[in-house]
């Protein structure tokens, strides 16, 4: 099945990240998103639920490391998926979700700590890759 994604005819297409079916399959199973970062460090999905734990117990500087390495690792995979620093990086394709997750949990805890130019300049690339990105992570 075919993805469709809004394209601007004068930018570049949508970055689509792999599928990490290993990782999703581990989480569904019940496996602590801890021993799998240990695991698979490149996931920014791991990083990101980590991030997230971290943030809900109210431990901000852990919750900015874990997204901090969430983002970088996404970074990582999305420039090894052809994207050149710009262009849309969709919510609705799963795999990209976690690189937006951990994207998010970044600019929350940067605002939590006072690192307020840090956390303007994230929601701008959030809403760069995706606008309605924002609003799904949210929830």
Do not use: C
Not at 36 to 55: F, G, N, R
Not at 104 to 129: C, D, N, P
């Amino acid at each position: 099945m075919a993805e469709e994604f809004r394209r601007n005819l004068m930018g570049p297409e949508p970055t689509l990240l792999p599928e990490e079916s290993d990782v999703v399959a581990r989480l569904a199973a019940g496996d602590e998103a801890l021993d799998l970062a240990a695991q698979h460090p490149t996931s920014s999905l791991v990083w990101a639920i980590l991030a997230d734990e971290a943030y809900r117990e109210g431990r901000t500087i852990e919750s900015y490391a874990y997204a901090r390495t969430g983002y970088h690792r996404g970074l990582d995979a999305l420039r090894r998926s052809g994207w050149r620093g710009a262009g849309p990086i969709p919510y609705a394709h799963e795999p990209n979700r976690g690189f937006l997750r951990a994207l998010y949990a970044l600019g929350r805890a940067a605002a939590s700590i006072g690192e307020i130019e840090e956390a303007e300049r994230i929601a701008v690339f959030l809403k760069e890759s995706d606008p309605e990105a924002s609003a799904q992570l949210a929830n």
